[in-house]
C-alpha cells in the first residue's frame, strides 16, 4: 500500500519568506508527527497530532512555526520569515496508535534551504 | 536536552563481522526503545523494538540489548552484510510523552 509521502522533496527559498511543507500520511494512521534532522543532528520532535485532539507543539523551535492537519489526514507544516538556521530536513511520519508499542512510518522528507 | 545519545557518530566494519551500535539514555520514564534505519534520500524505517520489560529482542541477524540499570542499549548486527551500511537512529518514548526523542544517529559502513 502507499507510504507516508511528502511534497515538495526540496525547497529553495529566500531568507523572509513563508514556506509550507506537505505531508500524506497512510491511509487510516491517527496519529501524525513532524520531526526536523538539522545537519549532523538528530531527529528532532516539532509537533504531534492524534485525531481530533489538540495537537502537541511542545516541540516547535518558535512562534514562526505552526502546522495544521485538515479531516485527520492530510498535515501542513508551515515557517514564516524563514531562517537560515530552519535548513534542515523535515520529516513526517505517521502510526497507527499513539503511546508506548507503536511505530512510525516516515516520508522521504522534504530538504528545506534558506539561502 | 539530549535525552537520547548515541556518542559514535561513524563506525565501519568488515563484511561477515559483528556490529555493535550503541545508544544511552536518560529520561527513566522511557519504556519502549526501537531502532530505525535510514539510507540516503529516504525517511527512516523502522528495525527493531524492545520494551523495558525485556532485556534482549532477537530478528534474524539484528538482536537489541536493553541494560535498564545503566540506561543503555546496543543493537548488534551479526553478520553484518554491506548492504546494512546506513545511519542507524535510536530512539525511546515513555511516561506521559507521546512523542519520540531520537539519537543522533551512527552511520555504519560495511566493507566488502
Known amino acids: 500500500g502507499a507510504g507516508v509521502s511528502q511534497s515538495p522533496s526540496n525547497k529553495v527559498t529566500e531568507k523572509g519568506k513563508d514556506v509550507e511543507l506537505r505531508c500524506d500520511p497512510i491511509?487510516?494512521?491517527?496519529?501524525l508527527y513532524w520531526y526536523r534532522q538539522s545537519l549532523g543532528q538528530g531527529l528532532e520532535f516539532l509537533i504531534y497530532?492524534?485525531?481530533?485532539?489538540?495537537?502537541?507543539k511542545s516541540g516547535l523551535p518558535s512562534d514562526r512555526f505552526s502546522a495544521e492537519r485538515t479531516g485527520g489526514s492530510v498535515s501542513t507544516l508551515t515557517i514564516q520569515r524563514t531562517q537560515q538556521e530552519d535548513s534542515a530536513v523535515y520529516l513526517c511520519?505517521?502510526?497507527?496508535?499513539?503511546?508506548?508499542?507503536?511505530?512510525?512510518?516516515f516520508g522521504p522528507g522534504t530538504r528545506l534551504t534558506v539561502t | 536536552d539530549q535525552q537520547v545519545k548515541q556518542n559514535s557518530p561513524s563506525l565501519s566494519v568488515q563484511e561477515g563481522r559483528i556490529s555493535i551500535l550503541n545508544c544511552d539514555y536518560t529520561?527513566?520514564?522511557?519504556?519502549?526503545f526501537l531502532w530505525y534505519k535510514k539510507y540516503p534520500a529516504e525517511g527512516p524505517t523502522f528495525l527493531i523494538s524492545?520494551?523495558?520489560?525485556?532485556d534482549k529482542n532477537e530478528d534474524g541477524r539484528f538482536t537489541v540489548f536493553l541494560n535498564k540499570s545503566a540506561k543503555h542499549l546496543s543493537l548488534h548486527i551479526v553478520p553484518s552484510q554491506p548492504g546494512d551500511s546506513a545511519v542507524y537512529f535510536c530512539?525511546?518514548?515513555?511516561?506521559?510523552?507521546?512523542?519520540?526523542?531520537f539519537g543522533a544517529g551512527t552511520r555504519l559502513t560495511v566493507k566488502p
Open positions: 491511509s487510516g494512521h491517527t496519529a
Open positions: 530512539a525511546a518514548s515513555g511516561g506521559n510523552n507521546n512523542d519520540m526523542r
Open positions: 524492545i520494551s523495558s520489560i525485556k
Open positions: 511520519a505517521s502510526s497507527q496508535t499513539p503511546g508506548t508499542g507503536y511505530e512510525q512510518y
Open positions: 497530532f492524534q485525531g481530533n485532539s489538540a495537537p502537541d
Open positions: 529520561n527513566s520514564m522511557f519504556d519502549y
